[in-house]
């Protein structure tokens, strides 16, 4: 069974939906590690599920954070690392320290929109479809290879509220479905791409 330590830092929707699909998961999460408090706390602790709080205003400087993330990963001793609506970058230090161990969720389909408010500019921007992207972090922002995607189609007169709903929507199928399929080594990288290996589909 493998080791999961989830980030996260507002809501945790994503981290709810792995957390209700762990029965069919061969991992378990071990930790939650925040950098601010948030409802994500509550949602680990009604789940008797340890919590680390490393709060990034409270560290003297960006070392220090880089340090303590660190310490934590480390001290964890799990395999995968899931970034859940983490809005800290990790540092290049940290993120080589765990080569293809560590995965994002973004809401876009990357290589477009990276970095924030993501939804609002694919919406300004007048793309007919955005959706949304899981992948391997590696030292740039959004830039690692990409494990999925979903679709989203961008009817006339959506809103950012609008949207956003319905890319959180396919976030969550999406999600636990990656998380599974690392759970069983079913996912190999060979330089940016990225190959399922033998079964089902995501």
Sequence with gaps: MKKIVVFASGEGSNFQVILDNMHSINGKIVALIVDRECKAVKRAELNNIPVVRIIKKQCNDRNEFDRQILKAMAYSEADYFVLAGFMSI???????????????????????????????????????????????????????????????????????????????????????IVVKLLCLDRIKVEGRRVKLLQGEEI
């Design 90 to 176: 990790l540092s290049k230090e940290v993120v080589k320290k765990f080569p293809n161990r560590i995965i994002n969720i973004h809401p876009s389909l990357l290589p477009a929109f990276p970095g924030v408010n993501s939804v609002q500019k694919a919406l300004e921007y007048g793309v007919k479809y955005t959706g949304c992207t899981v992948h391997f972090v590696d030292d740039g922002v959004d830039t690692g290879p990409i494990i999925a995607q979903r679709i989203v189609p961008i009817i006339e007169g959506y809103t950012v509220r609008h949207l956003t709903e319905q890319v959180h929507v396919v976030e969550h199928d999406i999600f636990p």
